[in-house]
């Protein structure tokens, strides 16, 4: 597996449910941060957490990190169908070249 | 203010021929990345500028691709004699500062060769 893991690849579920997407890496980090992409183009930041925070909140967004188990998740409180779009995590490890690592990405649907 | 921006949206060409890919970070960023993503991919890095430092060009995938950037503001991603595999979308975004900043993307550029 790669730096930056995103499961699931793919989820699909009714408005207004929560959706929990997951990501895993393998190298110490700086932060972690989680951006969204509508129909493959440009990726919008949606929030960092630093490798000292273990939770963070905005909006309708709560995101946790675990640096023992090196793993991410991302919650979205109350789906709205504005909110389908491929999730990417990003890492920026500790050592080595000063770039995020993107994964693969969750493709999130919210069926109305 | 202005956001990231790129040139063109979208291109078609034919294989063989080389195109140009501009970029025009946000004013002030010193941090400039250029992405290529793939039909339902991820990311994958290709080149980074940060001030006035030698490039980080760790991941071009051949000497088919460079770039460069001018005055520290604008960037232009080369690709040369385009094969069919470069067809992807090439996404261009600036930072601040250093790279754990969150990074501000541009619409991309939707590249095609035939």
């Known amino acids: 597996s790669q730096q930056g893991e995103e499961d699931p690849q793919a989820l699909s579920i009714q408005e207004g449910e929560n959706a929990t997407m997951n990501c895993s890496y393998k190298t110490s980090i700086n932060n972690l941060q989680w951006y969204r992409q509508n129909s493959g183009r440009g990726l919008v930041h949606l929030i960092l957490?630093?490798?000292?925070?273990r939770e963070k909140h905005s909006g309708r967004l709560r995101v946790t990190l675990d640096t023992s188990k090196k793993s991410s998740s991302l919650l979205i409180t109350a789906s709205r169908a504005a909110d389908t779009a491929s999730y990417f995590c990003?890492?920026?490890?500790?050592?080595?070249?000063?770039?995020?690592?993107f994964g693969q990405g969750t493709r999130l649907t919210i069926n109305p | 203010g202005a956001g990231v921006s790129q040139s063109p949206s979208n291109k078609v060409t034919e294989k063989g021929k080389d195109v140009e890919l501009r970029c025009d970070p946000i004013?002030?960023?010193?941090?400039l990345y250029w992405y290529r993503q793939s039909l339902g991919q991820g990311l994958e890095f290709l080149i980074y500028?940060?001030?006035?430092?030698?490039?980080?060009k760790s991941g071009l995938p051949s000497d088919r691709f460079s770039a460069e950037r001018t005055g520290g503001s604008v960037s232009t991603l080369t690709i040369q004699r385009t094969q069919q595999e470069d067809s992807a979308v090439y996404l261009c975004?600036?930072?601040?500062?250093?790279?754990?900043?969150?990074?501000?993307f541009g619409p991309g550029t939707r590249l095609t060769v035939l």
């Open positions: 004013s002030g960023h010193t941090a």
């Open positions: 957490i630093r490798s000292n925070e």
């Open positions: 500028f940060q001030g006035n430092s030698a490039p980080d």
């Open positions: 990003a890492t920026d490890i500790t050592q080595g070249a000063q770039k995020l690592v």
């Open positions: 975004a600036s930072s601040p500062f250093r790279s754990y900043n969150e990074q501000f």
